[in-house]
């Protein structure tokens, strides 16, 4: 079964220092979607991309945060400079066209920033 | 903001039995509601989905009831198998028909089926 595909699964960083999240989306999908999951928080959206730009993103992703479809298979998210509050598990979604469906969630990136 | 709200943080059941848990919201444009079940240390697995225009759907042992008027949604499991045992997320969204497809999720509700 098609699945999406989230690396590193663990990435510690200092404050300060950047770091890129990868994805790899399930192929025949247009719609990508990072969200993140604080320790014993909610998961809250962050950003959706489709065609290349984004579609609608939060108050959280603001200028530290950045995505990018670079080849064609790959959508990354870039945070330039981490914060301490930036520690969480980051889920990457796509979705597919042909009407209202689901969004299928990789099995996440646990960041720790120190 | 609390717009999808799942009061109950916890259910524990019997094996066999029914787990019904339930969901609240608040945005009335929401048009769109999906059930995830979270296993630690993986991402959310899609369960079933409701659209606005229906009150029930149901696939297998789950089933989503929707209620618009109350702005209550549930998931009903049954037979409740240990293997179920994981948290579950309710989901919602507006559709706008394009790329915005935003979900907004509850806290989850943690099922423990025991045996």
């Known amino acids: 079964e098609p699945e999406v595909t989230q690396t590193p699964s663990h990435q510690v960083t200092q404050m300060g220092q950047e770091v890129i999240l990868r994805c790899v989306p399930i192929s025949n999908h247009l719609y990508f979607y990072w969200y993140r999951q604080i320790l014993g928080q909610k998961v809250e959206f962050l950003v959706s991309?489709?065609?290349?730009?984004?579609?609608?993103k939060s108050e959280i992703f603001d200028d530290q945060f950045s995505v990018e479809r670079p080849d064609g298979s790959n959508f990354t998210l870039k945070i330039r400079s981490t914060k301490l509050e930036d520690s969480a598990m980051y889920f990457c979604?796509?979705?597919?066209?042909?009407?209202?469906?689901?969004?299928?969630f990789g099995q996440g990136t646990r960041l720790t920033v120190v | 903001d609390q717009q999808v709200k799942q009061n109950s943080p916890s259910l524990s059941v019997q094996e066999g039995r029914i787990s019904i848990l339930n969901c609240d919201y608040t945005?009335?444009?929401?048009?769109?509601f999906l059930w995830y079940k979270k296993y630690p240390a993986e991402g959310p697995t899609f369960l079933i989905s409701i659209s606005s225009i229906k009150d029930k759907n149901e696939d297998g042992r789950f089933t989503v009831f929707l209620n618009k008027s109350a702005k209550h949604l549930s998931l009903h499991i049954v037979p409740s198998q240990p293997g179920d045992s994981a948290v579950y997320f309710c989901?919602?969204?507006?559709?706008?028909?394009?790329?915005?497809?935003?979900?907004?999720f509850g806290k989850g509700t943690l099922l423990t089926v025991n045996p």
């Open positions: 945005n009335s444009m929401f048009d769109y």
């Open positions: 979604a796509s979705r597919g066209t042909g009407g209202v469906t689901e969004a299928f």
């Open positions: 991309f489709y065609n290349n730009e984004i579609s609608e």
């Open positions: 989901a919602a969204t507006s559709w706008s028909g394009g790329s915005n497809y935003k979900l907004t």
